[in-house]
C-alpha cells in the first residue's frame, strides 16, 4: 500500500458531486504521463513482491487465539529502530550462498486491516539468477524483524484470513463492541480498521454508495453433522441500530451461505503480489495481457482460504469474497432496477478480473476482447485526442467508468500536473487480477505490471517459491514470445472455477492449445514441443503473423496439472518444461539451479496433487482435529490449536529445520523440503 493522504475526507453525498471534477484532472494527469513516458526505456527489468501478515496473539496458556489490533505500535516501533535505517546484509540462500552487498532493510507498511502489516524487500530485486536465491532469506528477515518489534505473545503469521474474524465473542485484542457508525456491522467493530481517515471513509462510502451494505455470501461446507438448509447463526435479524440492519431482514443473508456484512471481511484477507518493472512500455503492456490468462491459475494452485467467520466454506479461495466486500455498484448498476440515475449497468465489482487486454501485438484477435466492455467515450476521445492508441484508451476509459470513493477536499483547490492523485484515486481503487502502472509523475521509474491473484502461503519457502517461479515466467514468455491468448471472458470463467473447492486437482480450465503461435505447430495440428535450448531469440525478433481460423480452435479445457507439468499426449509442454528450457538455454550455474529446482519441485508437486494446497491443508486439520463435531463450525479450540499450528512451522522454519515431523498432515503440505 502506498503513502496514505492526510486530508478533509469527504462523506457520499458530497463526494458524489465532485466525482466528475477528480475524472476530469485524473484524465489530464494520466496524458500529462503518457506524454512523459510513452518512449521511456529501462535497461533491465526489476521487480519486487508484496508478503501481507496477520498479526495474532498466542499462548498455549491462553484459551483463545485473537487478533492483535497493535498495527501502529508495532510500525511505530520499526520506524523508530534506528538500526534498521541501516542497510542489512540477509541470511544466506538456501544453497549457502552470501550476497555480495548489503540491502536496505525490508520496508513495512499499513494496510486496511489494524490486525495487518505489508512487507516489501528494501529494494527492488533484479532478474540475476543468483539474486533470485536472495528473496527466501529476505522474506525469513522481514518475518524476524516484525516479530522482533511485537509483543511476546504476537506473532506475524501468513495465513490468508483469521479463521474466526466476526464470530460471536471476542476474536480481537483489545475488544470493541460491534455495529459502529462507519462499517455498521453485526459482526466487526469499526476499530478493525486502520483508523487513517482513507479506510473508514472509503468503507463509510462503498456502503452510503451502493445504498445498503456489502453482501458477501460464501457456501457453506456441507458435512455429516451439518444442518440443512444451513441457516447462518450468527445473523441478528433484531438489531435496529442502522437503517442497513434491515438488510437481513430483507434478504441478504440467504440460506446455506456464511453471511458477512463489510469491507473487514475482503480487505482484512492477506495475500502475496509481484510487480514487474518492463523496460519500456511495449513490453509492459504485452506482460500485462500474457500473465492475466495466468492468474486463475496461479490462484486454484496457491489456495489458501477454506474457511470464514468460524465456519468451513465449500470454496477455497479469497477472490470473490473480497470482491463483494467493495462491491459499491447500484440496484441500478447490478441490473436490479432499470436505469435512471446512473449511466450504465457495470456487470463487476471494483475487485475482479481483467475485463481488457492492452497490447498492440498482431496476435490479438478482436474475439479475445469483451464485446460488451463497458468505457466510458468521453473520456476514450479525451485520451485518442491526447495522442493515445485506441486500445489503451478504451482499457483506461474503462477503468473511468468508476467513482472516486475517497475524495479529500484540500485535493480540489488547484489541479497539479505535478502528481498523480487523481489518476491514482480511480486507477488504485480499480482492484483488478492485473494492474498497468505507468511511471510516476517524477518519472523516476518504468513501467509496471502487478500480478495480484495469488494467495498468500504459510511459509516463506513456499511464498519464495511462487514469487521466484512467476519472475522465470516473465522470461520464458519473453524470450520464447509465448502465446497465451484465450478470450477474456474465459478468463473471467476461469477465476468462477478456481474458487471450487479442491479446483486444482477436481476442474479444468480454459487454455490456450498452442503457445508458439508465431510458427507453425510440429506433429498434431493443435500441439508443439518444447522449444529447443537458446530458440526462443530469432522467434521474439521477427514480428509473428496475424492469427487465422476460428478462434474456438486455439484453446480448449486443461487440468492445472497439464498446464504446470504438461499433458500425457505431449501436445502441451506444460509451463514448468518450458521454464527448464530457458534455465537451459542461458548460462546458471549448477549450485544456483539446483536452487531453483527445488521451487519449481514444490509448484510441480502443488500441481499433480503430491502436496496439498494450504486450502485442503487447513479443511483436512479441521476435519481430523478432535474437537470437530462434523457440522462445518470451527471452534475456538480447533482455531487455537490450527493457529499454534501455524506458529510452530513459521518457527520451525525460521530455526532452519525443515519441516519433518510436525504432524497434522505437515508433511502433506511440504513433503520432504
Known sequence: MGLLALGTALDWPEAKTKAHHVRAWGIKQLLEIWNK?????????????EVEYLVVTYSKDDPKVLLSLRQADILAALAGDKDLAKEVTPPASPGGTKPKDKYPSPVFHPEFG????????????????????????????????AKDHMLPNEYPITLTTFPRIGSPGVFTEPHYPVSGPKLRSQFVPDE?????????????????????????????????????PWK??????????????????????????????????????????????????????????????????????????PIYKGFLADTDVRWNQISKAVDDRTAEELGEKPLQNDRWRIPK???????????????????????????????????????????LATHFAHLFIRDPIVIFNEDLEVLDLSKTDHFENIQSTNWQHMRFKPPPADNNIGWRVEFRPMEIQITDFENAAFSVFMVLITRVILSFDL????PITKVD?????????????QEKFWFRRNLFSSRPSRGSG?????????????????????????????????????????????????????????????????????????????????????????????????????GYRKDSVVSEEVNKDLVGKVIEIGEREARGEGFKGLGRGVEKLLGGF
Open 37 to 49: 513516458a510513452k518512449v521511456k526505456e529501462r535497461d533491465a527489468m526489476l521487480w519486487g513482491d
Open 114 to 145: 489494524r490486525f495487518m502489516l505489508e512487507a516489501t524487500p528494501g529494494k527492488p530485486w533484479g532478474i540475476d539468477f543468483k539474486e533470485l536465491l536472495h528473496v527466501e532469506p529476505d522474506m525469513k528477515l522481514r518475518r524476524a524483524i
Open 192 to 228: 478493525i480498521a486502520n483508523p487513517h481517515i482513507r479506510f473508514p471513509t472509503l468503507a463509510a462510502n462503498i456502503r452510503s454508495r451502493r445504498g445498503r451494505k456489502v453482501q458477501v455470501n460464501v457456501p457453506v461446507f456441507r458435512d455429516e453433522n451439518t444442518p440443512w
Open 232 to 305: 447462518d447463526p450468527t445473523v441478528n435479524y433484531d438489531l435496529h441500530n442502522w437503517p442497513e440492519d434491515d438488510d437481513v431482514r430483507n434478504g441478504a443473508a440467504p440460506d446455506n451461505f456464511i453471511h458477512m456484512d463489510a469491507m473487514a471481511f475482503g480487505m482484512g484477507s492477506c495475500c502475496l503480489q509481484i510487480t514487474f518493472q518492463a523496460k519500456n512500455i511495449t513490453e509492459g503492456r504485452k506482460m500485462y495481457d500474457q500473465l492475466s490468462p495466468l492468474g486463475p491459475i496461479l490462484l486454484a494452485l496457491t489456495a489458501a482460504t
Open 349 to 391: 465489482s471494483r475487485y475482479a478480473s481483467n475485463s481488457t487486454y492492452i497490447s498492440e501485438d498482431p496476435r490479438l484477435r478482436e474475439e479475445y476482447l469483451d464485446p460488451n466492455l463497458v468505457i466510458d467515450p468521453e473520456i476514450k476521445q479525451q485520451l485518442l485526442d491526447g495522442g493515445m492508441d485506441d486500445r
Open 483 to 486: 502465446n497465451f491468448y484465450i
Open 493 to 505: 470463467e476461469n477465476m468462477e472455477t478456481a474458487h471450487k473447492r479442491d479446483a486444482v486437482l
Open 526 to 626: 493443435s500441439g508443439t514441443n518444447t522449444p529447443r535450448s537458446g530458440g526462443g531469440g530469432s522467434r521474439a525478433n521477427s514480428r509473428p503473423p496475424s492469427p487465422v481460423g476460428p478462434v474456438e480452435d486455439e484453446y480448449k479445457l486443461m487440468t492445472v496439472n497439464e498446464v504446470i507439468n504438461g499433458d500425457e499426449e505431449g501436445e502441451f509442454p506444460g509451463l514448468i518444461p518450458l521454464v527448464e528450457s530457458y534455465l537451459d538455454s542461458v548460462n546458471v550455474d549448477v549450485a544456483t539451479r539446483c536452487q531453483l529446482a527445488r521451487y519449481l519441485d514444490l509448484i510441480r508437486k502443488r500441481a499433480n496433487g503430491e502436496l496439498w494446497t494450504a486450502a485442503r491443508w487447513i479443511r483436512e486439520f479441521v476435519k481430523g482435529h478432535e
